[in-house]
């Protein structure tokens, strides 16, 4: 007897950027994405990246950020684009949710944690 598929899909794993213990925790609602990336063991600022449904371009889809909770600096919003854009484009355009709590926020360090959120795609 199979046990039957969980509502709610959720995938954590833990690996280093850059000498820097990263978590992620990526959990599928039917709604939204949620996406925690932490090098600090806390959910940190919360973000909302949303598609933008008033861009003429279907096939390049722009994405809007808000700041829910936490500091709302210019680069915040940077590193939410680069980190859940794809997630939303590869879950159907849905929104995500996306906790960072980062100490490296550099180029290298972000690539590194995209395909970290890649390894616990449950979308």
């Known amino acids: 007897m199979s046990s039957p598929e969980p509502i709610i899909r959720s995938k954590q794993t833990e690996k280093d950027v850059n000498g820097v213990s990263t978590q992620v925790v990526c959990t599928e609602f039917t709604n939204y994405i949620f996406v925690v990336l932490t090098q600090y063991g806390k959910i940190g600022t919360l973000i909302s990246v949303t598609p933008d449904s008033?861009?003429?371009?279907?096939?390049?889809?722009?994405?809007?950020?808000?700041?829910?909770?936490?500091?709302?600096?210019?680069?915040?919003?940077?590193?939410?684009?680069?980190?859940?854009?794809?997630?939303?484009?590869?879950?159907?355009?849905?929104?995500?949710?996306?906790?960072?709590?980062?100490?490296?926020?550099?180029?290298?360090?972000?690539?590194?944690?995209?395909?970290?959120?890649?390894?616990?795609?449950?979308?």
């Not at 939303?88 to 690539?111: M, T, W």
């Open 54 to 123: 008033r861009s003429n371009d279907i096939s390049t889809p722009t994405f809007s950020t808000k700041v829910l909770l936490g500091k709302d600096e210019p680069l915040t919003h940077v590193c939410a684009k680069n980190l859940a854009t794809f997630v939303s484009q590869e879950a159907g355009n849905r929104p995500v949710l996306l906790g960072l709590a980062l100490k490296d926020s550099s180029i290298d360090s972000v690539k590194q944690m995209k395909e970290i959120i890649k390894s616990c795609k449950v979308w």
